[in-house]
């Protein structure tokens, strides 16, 4: 698994005090891709934007489909995403991560990623 940070083309990403930081902490990542991996998923990369909200994205492959686990910094949201045969993305499931913290995320990432 290859560990990547991604900044967006045009202008500069701004820091401030709304991004944790916890994408970028070695910690935080090995957490995130160990839970997506108890739950039975290959895990391909973990990748961290840089920017105001902190947020990241675990891409995985799960019963042969691509997918990939977003925390959306923005929304707030953790975002379970299916890759579609045409193009894009879908999303099946969502959820708000009350401690946004470690266990907090390891907490989501098994709920989102459980049978439904």
């Known amino acids: 698994m290859k560990e990547e940070n991604v900044f967006w083309v045009g202008t500069q990403p701004l ?8 994408a970028h902490d070695e910690q935080f990542v090995a957490a ?9 998923c290959k895990v391909h990369r973990f990748v961290a934007a840089l920017g105001p909200y902190g947020t990241w994205l675990v891409e995985i492959e799960r019963d042969g489909e691509d997918q990939r686990v977003l925390w959306n910094g923005k929304e707030q949201r953790l975002v379970l995403q299916v890759k579609l045969e045409q193009g894009g993305w879908e999303d099946p499931r969502s ?6 913290d470690t266990n907090g995320f390891v907490a989501g990432i098994t709920e989102l990623l459980a049978d439904p």
């Not at 820091?15 to 916890?22: A, E, I, K, M, Y």
């Not at 995130?32 to 039975?40: E, I, S, Y």
């Not at 959820?95 to 946004?100: A, R, Y």
């Open 95 to 100: 959820l708000e991560i009350p401690d946004q």
């Open 32 to 40: 995130m891709t160990r839970a997506c991996a108890a739950a039975g």
């Open 15 to 22: 820091l401030d005090d709304r991004s944790p930081g916890l």
